[in-house]
């Protein structure tokens, strides 16, 4: 079966749940206030593609390709992001909310988070060298066994990450932030 092509195409107020998006490659596209809620997207390839506005919560991703996509503004919950195709999977978050969705042992090295809402995400076993939260709220997000080094943790706030359980080598952090290092040691400080 040959698996169409689509390229340099904007998709702007389609509601993909009621209207199904064709299985294929879709390369440069934009997809705009776009509704992909609890869809099917069983490897779909998205390419360079970008992400304005939509809501994925709940799509069903399992081996769907994200190669360079750029998520802005969207509304992400639930997705299990580690049931992705991992060949050349990268992607970056802008003003998103991913709460409740899974990173669960992807290597997704630089990865860009930023002004992102990530409460109970997922990390768990993730490579994560040189990704940047910057302004992200990672309340309740798991981070056990994760590689984070150099990772920049600087402007993120309300994150518990324990040094004992993941490598943190070269990450940065900042006050008073930082202090989400040491709660497993039940002190108090100030």
Do not use: W
């Amino acid at each position: 079966m040959i698996r169409p092509s689509i390229e340099n195409e904007t998709f702007d107020g389609i509601n993909f749940t009621e209207t199904e998006l064709k299985k294929g490659e879709y390369e440069n596209c934009i997809f705009k206030n776009c509704i992909f809620s609890g869809a099917d997207l069983f490897e779909i390839i998205f390419s360079e593609c970008r992400f304005e506005a939509c809501d994925l919560s709940m799509a069903k991703l399992r081996n769907t390709s994200f190669r360079n996509a750029r998520f802005k503004n969207c509304k992400l919950m639930g997705l299990r992001f580690d049931e992705c195709h991992k060949m050349l999977l990268s992607f970056s978050f802008e003003e998103c909310i991913l709460n409740f969705s899974s990173f669960y042992k992807l290597k997704i090295k630089g990865t860009s988070f930023m002004a992102c809402k990530l409460h109970d995400v997922e990390f768990i076993e993730a490579e994560l060298p040189q990704a940047n939260f910057d302004r992200c709220d990672l309340q309740g997000a798991t981070f056990e066994n994760t590689k984070l080094e150099g990772a920049d943790f600087r402007t993120a706030y309300n994150y518990t990450i324990d040094p004992e359980m993941n490598r943190i080598a070269k990450a940065r952090f900042s006050l008073p932030d930082v202090v989400g290092l040491l709660y497993r040691h039940n002190i108090v400080i100030g």
